[in-house]
């Protein structure tokens, strides 16, 4: 099922605030979209939007190109996964996946036995065949949010909406529930919508994210493209870790304030501009200039976590641990070449990334 979503605004219930403000967004059928963003910028807000729940609201929002609010909740094909899973405690596993059909109107409810089918096959697809029979407490945190999944898949929605649903479990049996999720989607041919805090959760299941800030989106598109080109720098900085560094571009050039920071060249004009990049894209290069390393303790992937004396300040850039041992600790440069540049919060024109090193005529390494 595809979602239309254009100029969408919704206020707070008896407050001129924004929840939503001129939101546009097309979510294409069976995609993995993941809604991202600090608390409070309208993820939630939107996700019950696209569900048809709740107040009124400006703009259009079409659900294969009809419009929900209003219509009954089984008629939207939407199933629905919040972090506090809540399953009926007092039913069994069965009766708690099978709940979206039991309380169907006589007419359209399917006969017990193509229920008890339905439940035998949506056990078997979240791999718990056998506890049809259990009660919600006596199953694991990861077992309970897949039998709240099922419950949300009995009715064979087109549309699944989940909102943190893996906020309460440990981070191993997170990561192992996001991939069965991610080949679940794919299994059934699903469109999904999930609404994380965890941009590492995002990137590894999502086909596309959507960066929310103050109720608007401010970016959406493919992992790789929102770090080669984000749209802001808050976009940079909420996928990771990122460095900045002031500077001003003239005649082409990108110079940083910090004489021990490398220039690079750039086709913009002259002017203000702060440059981000993450820490494992700087280079230390043996450039004479008074820029220090200090070895850290720590690193990830395989890279060593560096501290780096500038002229005005330090700062920890990862890199491969032989390298060090080639440009030394002392006389350093810091090669900034593969940064984003912004200016007045937007990406400067005509700013590529240049490859590292290639408007450096010294030797780049790090
Ligand atoms: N019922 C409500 N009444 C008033 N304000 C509300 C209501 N629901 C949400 N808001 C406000 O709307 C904004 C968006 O909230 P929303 O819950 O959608 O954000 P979120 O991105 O999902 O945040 P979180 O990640 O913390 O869940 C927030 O400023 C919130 O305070």
Redo the contacts with the bound molecule.
């Keep these: 099922m595809s979602v239309q979503i254009r100029s969408l605004t919704r206020r707070?219930?008896?407050?001129s605030?924004k929840?939503?403000d001129g939101v546009s967004l097309t979510i294409e059928d069976g995609a993995f979209v993941a809604?991202v963003?600090?608390?409070?910028?309208?993820?939630?807000?939107?996700?019950?939007t696209i569900a048809g729940l709740?107040g009124p609201y400006e703009g259009t929002v079409l659900v294969d190109g009809r419009v929900l609010a209003g219509r009954p909740m089984r008629e939207r094909r939407i199933g629905f996964v919040f972090q506090n899973y809540a399953l009926f405690r007092h039913m069994t596993v069965a009766r708690n996946i099978s709940f979206g059909l039991d309380v169907l109107p006589r007419g359209e409810r399917p006969d017990r036995g193509a229920i008890a089918a339905r439940v035998a096959e949506l056990l078997e697809l979240i791999q718990l065949p056998t506890l049809g029979g259990a009660y919600p407490d006596q199953l694991s945190g990861g077992q309970r949010q897949r039998v709240a999944l099922a419950r949300a898949l009995a009715t064979k929605p087109g549309l699944l909406l989940l909102?943190?649903p893996f906020g309460a479990l440990d981070p191993i049996v997170r990561r192992q529930i996001r991939r069965w999720l991610r080949g679940l989607h794919d299994q059934l041919g699903l469109t999904t919508v999930l609404?994380t805090?965890d941009h590492d959760e995002a990137l590894e299941v999502a086909d596309r994210l959507v960066v929310?800030q103050n109720?608007r989106v401010v970016q959406e598109a493919a992992a790789e493209t929102l770090d080669a080109a984000p749209a802001t720098p808050f976009v940079m900085e909420f996928l990771g870790e990122a460095l900045e560094f002031p500077g001003q571009v003239a005649h082409g050039r990108f110079l940083p304030d910090d004489p021990n920071v490398l220039s690079f060249a750039v086709g913009a004009g002259d002017g203000p501009a702060t440059a981000y990049l993450r820490p494992h894209e700087a280079r230390l290069v043996a450039a004479g200039g008074a820029a220090r390393a200090i070895p850290l303790t720590g690193g990830q992937g395989g890279l060593r976590r560096l501290a780096v004396a500038l002229g005005t300040r330090e700062v920890e850039i990862l890199v491969l641990p032989e390298r060090l041992g080639q440009v030394g600790t002392e006389g350093l440069g810091l090669d900034i070449g593969r940064a984003r540049l912004f200016r007045d919060g937007a990406p400067l024109a005509g700013a590529p990334p240049v490859a590292s090193g290639q408007e450096l005529p010294r030797v780049t390494v790090g």
């Design positions: 707070a219930p008896n407050a605030r929840m939503l809604l963003g600090p608390s409070g910028a309208g993820k939630t807000t939107l996700l019950r709740d909102d943190e609404v805090h929310m109720g």
